[in-house]
């Protein structure tokens, strides 16, 4: 079974840029999960997807970042401008549908925002 | 929002001995999991645990689920240099819907000396 696929690998931006990732979750997954994980913290949740739908978003800095799943399967995260804050390691899950099922994680983005 | 204390922060031991960590919460969590992440991947799922009073192995893993529903605690016997990477609580409170939010620990680094 393929992993969660995630690209880039590594990202360095200027500050006010902009930056998007990309999430392709295992097949057959309807959740999707996007957390943010600073350095020396446990991964913390922006934004959790079932099929193309958003079923929790209260983390999300909405003024600067946004994401979508359309179709239901790849999802895209953006950061529209980058702060220093942002730099992080932006990790994709996905997980079948249901409470008793854990995630798998992709690999992630580290970005870099100088 | 809910936290999970997890400690310790870090520990160095000697190939062999047996390790233990724990995550303790102020609310009540339905789900326990554990997860452990090396340098430049995702975490990678353990154990999970379902029921409080859950006692669940895999391998030399050995998980606990709290039964008060507000702690878990990892063992890890005759620990070997593989062992080595950042071991994460993650607690899940089922809070209805579709839902399935994980809320982290800070994880505990483990260095194994050969």
């Known amino acids: 079974e393929a992993g969660v696929a995630q690209s880039p690998r590594y990202k360095i931006i200027e500050k006010r840029q902009s930056v998007a990732f990309w999430c392709n979750p295992i097949s057959g997954h309807a959740t999707l999960y996007w957390y943010q994980q600073i350095l020396g913290q446990g991964p913390k949740l922006l934004i959790q997807?079932?099929?193309?739908?958003?079923?929790?978003d209260s983390q999300l800095p909405k003024d600067r970042f946004s994401a979508e799943r359309l179709k239901g399967v790849d999802s895209t995260l953006k950061i529209q401008p980058a702060k220093l804050e942002d730099s992080a390691v932006y990790l994709c899950a996905s997980s079948l549908q249901g409470a008793n099922y854990g995630y798998t994680f992709g690999s992630g983005t580290r970005l870099t925002v100088v | 929002g809910q936290q999970l204390n997890q400690s310790p922060q870090s520990m160095f031991i000697q190939e062999g001995e047996d390790v233990s960590m724990n995550c303790t919460s102020s609310s009540i969590f339905n789900t326990w999991l554990w997860y452990k992440q090396e340098p430049g991947e995702g975490p990678v799922l353990l154990i999970a645990?379902?029921?409080?009073?859950e006692l669940t192995s895999n391998g030399r893993l050995t998980a606990q689920f709290g039964i008060t529903r507000k702690d878990s605690f990892l063992n890890i016997s005759a620990s070997i240099p593989s062992d080595v990477g950042i071991y994460f609580c993650?607690?899940?409170?089922?809070?209805?819907?579709?839902?399935?939010?994980?809320?982290f620990g800070k994880g505990t680094l483990l260095t194994v000396n050969p």
């Open positions: 645990l379902y029921k409080a009073g």
């Open positions: 997807f079932q099929n193309n739908g958003v079923v929790d």
């Open positions: 993650a607690g899940r409170q089922n809070s209805g819907g579709s839902n399935y939010k994980l809320t």
